[in-house]
């Protein structure tokens, strides 16, 4: 197919490289599945997320983890993509906002959040969003203190309606349990 | 859809699925055509209607969302007069519309600007757009049952006979596309009929926003795009003087180095902002280590080389000092007689206000594809016409072959009112050859912003020995707005920044307003809230002062400015203002004064047709302002969505005490000396109050956009309500440092 500037290219992860080519790359894990990074391990999980695997979910924001824009899920806590090499990566579960929601269902939190339309302009929600769900793993039912103590930025000023999404996702009856 | 020059409408033609129905305002004489503000001739509205096979009604929407609600909003005004089913409409973004009529270029969707959902030209066009294509749907029944269409009526996507008969639009599409448009505009519903305006909906990009699905700008890819980024000239005006890209060109994924010449000294910012060398390569991160491997000396422009905050500073103060060769804004009865009546007291004080960076959520970022006959541009801008425009002159491509596509974009407070990172893109891909996608990093950003204006205030005003009012004199010393803006060129200096309507103007006999312009080398931009919140931040604190100064309260003496209800002037009413400050002061109950270190603080605004007023409880514990509560009452009109009003009244409350606490850009030998987020501390979680308490009276009158005026109450009554907690009055903005030293 001849390369046309205009084509809207959508996201086409990198496949697994064959095994014989594994041992010069990195052996990665997000969302479940398995990638292997054969470029710069110096490269933060930002911008491989973003560029390589086109997860264009986790936004940049500031690149020195001042924002929270880029949040994931490490090993189920929440870190910022910007500040992590991919090389720290090794033998990590990584979660991005595109694989919090179940099969079938949306997380607790992404249901309250359209709940209670915790929108601005909607760019930092997808961090927003991880950052609540590494608390709500740590601390199901998080206080006022628990809740104001989340780092990330809202420039639309969102944070009445993120509080009041986190309180919703918290008291909502828990799946199983009655 | 085709142009018909010599029947002047629109020929609907299939498009998309079989059956579906493309409808628009498709007038049949130039002279029917609503105006439509835009900055070209008016033009028709078509497209925004779309009615597929199987039923779903899809609607088209218009404007730049950045957050203000506009891709929910207008289509809501669409979706009443069409009578569809709100539940089951399905929203698409629409592209920028260019189009090429006899009258001459126009913008073929009408306003697609950022504007809010109230615009006044959307409240009429919008709901014509759906109103001709229910009127289509009531005929295509009425043929079909071969009845009088004025025997029908439509709810929910239906069209219903008087006999109980019922059909869906769906399948009345395809033969209401082969009908022609109504003669003349069809009548609109009476406000009682309404069924979606004025009932709360959700943002309709919920859904995908809260998956991480949603593309902004700086999430699209085009074709095998290099991403760019650019080292910029530190130095306003400043230029290139020599540059090393040996090592950069080495860095793996770097693909070239292109250098960007500045804009023309003293010409318009109509193109890029700054000199700069470019990095383009395979991906963001390589890019980024090819400009740090740059080696580049930048030469100041002489003009701005030495220019300093504490520098300006003196300089505003030094030339209210002197209050020579003022431009006078409004002068009313004679200020300095008022001084000199015996037995008048008088009252002055000076307010700062700093440089402020737009920090949007998403920065500056824009995805291109240019050749010699197309142009493809994705990004989050705010002015798609001025874009599309710009991206003509800079590649020679006719207008009609530039396709703007808007994504949904992170924020804008008024920076995306300008182009210039689209103008980087352009000429970074024609200079290339390839596709790019420009990516500004934060530090890009916070350095290289359209600011909004510094400026010192004075406040001066006469009482007589009732402690009345009998002149205001307001005097700023301000970095012009106005200045190398193309689109305010041959403005008034003060443009921007002194209204001379704003409140209390008229309301006193004797009443000045003078300007004096501050030269600076930074280029000047629009921020929420605009001149009103750069004036009312001053007026407002200062009539608590006044209020305190002479023991009055502060809510008992602007309800006396304002005096009996009136049209003091097209656009104000005082009754309207009085309204939302007695809703204020009652909402945080003002008449009983906190105890405990807790202060009370109010302050009220109207212009443009909307009225606010703020009301905050705040203390101060150790080195923390505690906002306890926050109330804001507003009167925009008619309120279209409610749930978007608390958001929009809400988010531009916060945006407000944000820019107030903590943000400042200051200068330093020529440049700007902040570089990322921690030097520019926006408001977080801890700092906001729990809730924002929103009270909006809707009193019918046409919708109105209230951002700016929201925006405008909130800083001075957070000041004030500091002064209420700790006797502090902080005449400098940003506030916290400022309260910290005075404490």
Same mark, same amino acid.
């Given at each position: 197919m001849p390369d046309n500037p205009f084509r809207r290219t959508k996201p086409e992860p990198v496949p697994p490289v064959a095994a014989s080519a594994r041992e010069k790359t990195l052996p990665l894990r997000i969302n479940g599945k398995a990638f292997f990074h054969n470029g710069d391990p110096e490269m933060p999980l930002l911008w491989y997320l973003r560029d390589? /695997?086109? /997860?264009?979910?986790t936004k940049y924001g500031c690149g020195i983890g001042a924002c929270g824009a880029c949040t994931v899920l490490v090993d189920g806590k929440a870190e910022h993509a910007c500040m992590l090499p991919v090389k720290s990566l090794a033998q990590r579960e990584v979660t991005t906002i595109e694989g919090l929601a179940g099969k079938d269902a949306l997380h607790p939190l992404q249901e309250s959040w359209i709940a209670e339309d915790a929108i601005g302009c909607g760019y930092c929600q997808p961090g927003m969003i991880m950052a609540a769900a590494a608390l709500l793993k740590r601390k199901?039912?998080?206080d006022d203190a628990d809740i104001d103590a989340l780092p990330n930025l809202c420039r639309c000023g969102t944070y009445p309606r993120v509080r009041a999404a986190i309180a919703r996702a918290a008291s909502a009856p828990v799946e199983g349990k009655k | 859809m085709s142009f018909d020059r010599s029947r002047r409408r629109f020929l609907v033609t299939s498009a998309g699925a079989a059956g579906a129905l493309l409808v628009g305002w498709r007038a049949q004489a130039q002279d029917d055509l609503p105006y439509l503000g835009a900055r070209f001739a008016p033009q028709q509205l078509t497209d925004f209607v779309r009615i597929e096979a199987d039923g779903a009604v899809v609607i088209g929407a218009r404007g730049c969302e950045v957050g203000q609600g506009v891709k929910t909003g207008l289509p809501m005004l669409i979706a009443e007069e069409l009578d569809a089913d709100w539940s089951r409409v399905r929203v698409e973004q629409l592209s920028y519309g260019y189009i090429e009529a006899d009258s001459g270029p126009g913008d073929r969707y009408g306003d697609q600007g950022a504007s809010g959902d109230a615009g006044p030209t959307a409240w009429t066009q919008l709901r014509q757009a759906g109103a001709v294509a229910r009127w289509l749907l009531v005929q295509s029944a009425a043929q079909q049952w071969n009845l009088d269409a004025t025997t029908l009526r439509t709810e929910s996507g239906f069209v219903i006979a008087a006999d109980g008969r019922k059909l869906a639009y769906g399948d009345l599409a395809a033969n209401a596309a082969t009908l022609d448009a109504p003669a003349s505009p069809p009548a609109l519903k009476d406000v009682s009929q309404f069924r979606i305006i004025g009932k709360p909906a959700r943002t309709v990009d919920a859904r995908e926003v809260v998956l991480g699905r949603t593309e902004y700008g700086i999430d699209s890819y085009l074709g095998n795009a290099l991403v760019a980024v650019i080292a910029r000239? *530190?130095? *306003?005006?400043g230029a290139l003087d020599t540059l090393d890209d040996t090592q950069a060109r080495q860095v793996t994924g770097v693909h070239c180095i292109i250098v960007l010449p500045g804009p023309?000294? +003293? #010409? #318009?910012? +109509?193109?890029?902002?700054a000199a700069g060398v470019v990095v383009l390569a395979d991906d963001t991160w390589s890019a980024l280590r090819g400009r740090d491997k740059l080696k580049i000396a930048w030469k100041a422009d002489p003009a701005w080389a030495k220019d300093s905050s504490a520098a300006l500073e003196a300089s505003a103060n030094a030339l209210l000092d002197d209050d020579a060769n003022a431009t006078v804004v409004r002068n009313d009865g004679d200020f300095a007689k008022a001084k000199k009546a015996p037995r008048t007291t008088t009252l002055s004080a000076r307010y700062q206000l700093p440089f402020l960076a737009h920090a949007t959520a998403e920065p500056p970022s824009a995805t291109i594809a240019v050749t010699s006959d197309k142009v493809v541009l994705i990004a989050g801008v705010h002015d798609p016409a001025g874009a599309s425009h710009l991206l003509h002159t800079l590649t020679n491509v006719p207008r009609e072959a530039i396709d703007i596509r808007l994504p949904r974009a992170g924020g804008d407070l008024g920076r995306r009112l300008h182009n210039d990172f689209v103008a980087e893109a352009a000429l970074i891909a024609k200079a290339a050859g390839v596709p790019v996608k420009l990516v500004w990093l934060r530090e890009d950003d916070l350095s290289h912003d359209f600011y909004r204006p510094f400026g010192v205030h004075e406040l001066t005003a006469t009482l007589d020995r009732k402690q009345h009012l009998t002149g205001w004199s307001h005097r700023i010393a301000a970095t012009p707005r106005n200045w190398r803006d193309a689109q305010l060129a041959g403005k008034p200096v003060f443009t921007g920044l002194l209204d001379a309507d704003a409140f209390p103007a008229g309301l006193l006999p004797n009443f000045q307003q003078l300007f004096h312009a501050l030269p600076c080398g930074l280029p000047r931009g629009d921020f929420l809230g605009g001149a009103h919140a750069f004036q009312a931040f001053a007026a407002q604190c200062f009539l608590d002062e006044i209020a305190h100064a002479t023991h009055q309260d502060p809510v008992v003496l602007r309800m006396d400015l304002l005096g009996a209800p009136r049209m003091l002037r097209p656009g104000f009413e005082t009754g309207r203002l009085a309204g939302v400050l007695r809703i204020a002061a009652g909402k945080i109950d003002w008449q009983h004064k906190p105890k405990d270190g807790h202060g009370l603080g109010i302050a009220c605004h109207a212009g443009d047709g909307a009225y606010a007023a703020h009301a905050f409880e705040v203390s101060v514990e150790g080195n923390d302002l505690v906002i306890h509560r926050a109330v804001c009452a507003i009167d925009a009109g008619r309120v279209l969505n409610p749930l978007n009003l608390q958001a929009q009244a809400s988010a531009a409350t916060l945006i407000a005490v944000s820019a107030t606490l903590h943000e400042a850009i200051t200068l330093r030998n020529g440049q700007v000396q902040q570089r990322n987020l921690p030097d520019y501390p926006l408001l977080r979680m801890a700092q906001a109050p729990h809730s924002v308490d929103v009270h909006s009276v809707d009193t019918g009158a046409d919708p109105t956009d209230f951002h700016d005026i929201v925006a405008a109450s909130a800083a001075p009554a957070l000041v004030n309500a500091v002064f209420a907690a700790t006797t502090v009055r902080v005449r400098k903005l940003p506030l916290m440092p400022e309260l910290l030293r005075l404490l």
């Open positions: 390589v /695997l086109r /997860l264009t979910g199901p039912h998080p | 000239c *530190p130095y *306003p005006g023309k000294s +003293d #010409a #318009a910012f +109509d193109g890029v902002l």
